[in-house]
């Protein structure tokens, strides 16, 4: 099954990295999920709550201010403001 | 006893060594911060990469021109900003110097061309060099910068947003230009000269590769809503990534002539030794023939 390579990054590091089965973003028009082989995507994003589930090891969850989110075939790009310590 | 030249010769001796363990406790400094600022840039660079990536997706899939990419001809002002990025503290040779020398070169440029300069300045070096002439800052950031942080880098850019984007009559500016300094190597630091705003070339525009066409992008909420979410963001990024260049450039310029101060401190107190040496054997021989010609003087008498 494809996966996805997901970056997550804030404006001065990189925050996560790897691959994830599906990722649940908040954008502007409410909560959006990611699966593999999703079509292309840019999405705003508003505060809320992030969640990778990665492929392998525990979800990733943190909360976010804003930001976008960016999916080009299976590499999926978080962008994010600011972010609260992963849980 | 004629010892007055030995003591100022020591006494030079004494200071310049005292400024020489200055000069090499700030060389050390700022070696060993240099690391840490190019760390900061690396870790900075996955963001930026990821808006310019995102900024010419867009770019190559929608055509809409967005103020903040377009000449404002309709409500042109004759305005330029210019913002001027230099250390916040001295010692490091030309740094800040070369900085402001640039500056003035592109303030006069503008000048010939009929425009009207709007002047801001990030560091204390440029803020004075401002202030002291007189000269109006519409703007004025002293952030740290041999450590900026992200929110300051953000403050500077959400003022000359605005500026770019006010209307004509309260102030508005037609292009910003930005004067900072490149961290070429070690041993290169370039100033250089970018015309921020409007924003023209999007570099790594994202090239069809084994898919035929372009993936057509859904954006949300909507095309529009989704570049004005992202320029402001890239022209953050930007703003930053040459704060963090010019920090690390700062820091390399105060390391460099931090080694080149303490090698004069050394090549100093040298001479000064030389002369000290000079002066007491002067002394010594002065003396001896003094008693030498004491002596015969009471045996021929």
Do not use: C
């Not at chain 2, 030309?94 to 990030?122: D, T």
């Amino acid at each position: 099954m494809a996966e996805l390579n997901v970056d997550l990054v804030s404006t001065d590091r990189k925050v996560w990295s790897g691959t994830a089965v599906s990722v649940s973003a908040p954008s502007v028009d409410g909560q959006i999920g990611i699966l593999a082989n999703h079509s292309p995507l840019l999405a705003v994003l508003r505060p809320g709550t992030l969640t990778v589930t990665a492929a392998s090891g525990p979800a990733v969850t943190a909360e976010v201010t804003g930001g976008f989110v960016s999916v080009d075939d299976n590499l999926v790009t978080l962008v994010v403001d600011e972010i609260t310590a992963l849980r | 006893m004629a010892g007055g030249s030995q003591r100022v010769y020591k006494q030079r001796i004494k200071s310049t060594q005292a400024l020489k363990k200055m000069f090499r406790a700030q060389e050390l400094i700022a070696a060993s911060r240099i690391g840490k600022a190019r760390a900061r840039t690396a870790a900075a660079s996955p963001y930026a990469q990821a808006i310019t990536r995102a900024v010419s997706a867009v770019a190559a899939h929608t055509t809409i021109a967005h103020p903040l990419t377009t000449e404002r001809t309709k409500t042109h002002t004759g305005r330029a900003a210019v913002l001027v990025i230099s250390s916040d503290r001295g010692m490091a040779g030309a740094y800040s110097a070369s900085v402001v020398r640039e500056g003035e070169r592109l303030i006069e440029q503008l000048r010939a061309e009929g425009k009207e300069v709007v002047l801001y300045a990030a560091g204390r070096r440029a803020i004075a060099y401002y202030s002291f002439r007189g000269r109006e800052l519409t703007g004025q950031w002293s952030y740290g910068s041999d450590a900026p942080t992200s929110e300051a880098s953000e403050e500077i850019a959400d003022a000359l947003l605005e500026a770019f984007l006010a209307p004509a009559d309260e102030g508005g500016v037609d292009e910003l230009h930005v004067v900072s300094t490149q961290f070429v190597n070690m041993v290169t630091q370039r100033t250089r000269v970018v015309r921020m705003l409007p924003l023209e070339v999007v570099e790594g525009v994202t090239q069809p590769g084994e898919h035929e066409a372009f993936p057509l992008y859904d954006f949300e909420p909507s095309p529009e809503a989704v570049l004005d979410a992202l320029l402001p963001r890239y022209i953050r990024s930007r703003i930053f990534a040459f704060l963090l260049d010019a920090a690390a450039s700062e820091l390399a310029a105060r390391q460099r002539a931090m080694h080149t101060a303490t090698d004069n401190a050394e090549d100093l107190i040298r001479t000064y030794t030389r002369l000290a040496n000079q002066a007491r054997q002067a002394d010594i021989t002065q003396e001896i023939s003094e008693i030498v010609s004491g002596a015969d003087a009471l045996a021929s008498a």
